[in-house]
């Protein structure tokens, strides 16, 4: 019965503090259809007067926000796919090829995870810019396509897979690439699955990066957009919150499809050594 007790008091804690991180969506959607007048009403009102949903036509009229968002999805998904793929295949080298300094390279590519993003923001600029990639897709894809934390993670996973599988294939006739693409694969799906969502996530909603090396109108994606808006819009916050709505919703809309795959890819993750 004490077990059920705390048990109800730790859910109403979690449900507490879930509505309370979930509430600033809610008002940010409820926003999206306020006028001017109720986004500055005193006290501020949760439900506008009149629903305007004329809000999301205004904000595709003030800035060319579908090109950015065509933008957005191009790059982030493009990115996601390469860097996966990068990825999948510098976790195999290193969790089950057998090379000399394997580990000591290993190590030393586990130390860029301490550099923070500005060390290399200059050097990564001036081969872009060398290399003639400036207002580019390949200019916003490339250069984020080597991602420490991808292959980290996907290295743990890998080598959690037993030996015997792999001396099984081995015996049947598999190479590497066949143990890798009909073996090894197959089974990491929810960590790579994971990868693929962190990876879209952070392209999603990188700015720095496409600040730097993006002039063109045309080629800019959603986040500059917005910061755009935001000086096209002034205080025009219904606008705002509108803008934002279409940005994160197919965030999360992937995010709650893959919740599952998610979770389960973090679980069966160890990060051993």
Known sequence: MKENSSKFYIYIILIFFGVLMFFPFVWMFISSFKGISDIYTYPPRIFPKKWIFTNYKEVLNMIPFLRYYINSIFVATSSTFLQVLVSVLAAFAFSRLQFPGKNILF??????LIMPLQVTLIPKFLIVANLKWLDSYQGLIVPVLFNTFSIFFLRQFFSTIPKELEDAAKIDGCGHFTFLFKIVIPLSKPAIGTIALFSFLMEWRSYIWPLII???????????????LISEGGGEYHLLMAAAVMTIAPVLIIFFLSEKQFIKGITLTGLKG
């Open 107 to 112: 190590m030393m590519y586990l130390g860029t």
């Open 214 to 228: 993006i002039n063109k109108d045309e080629m800019r994606t959603l986040p500059i957009g917005l910061k755009y």
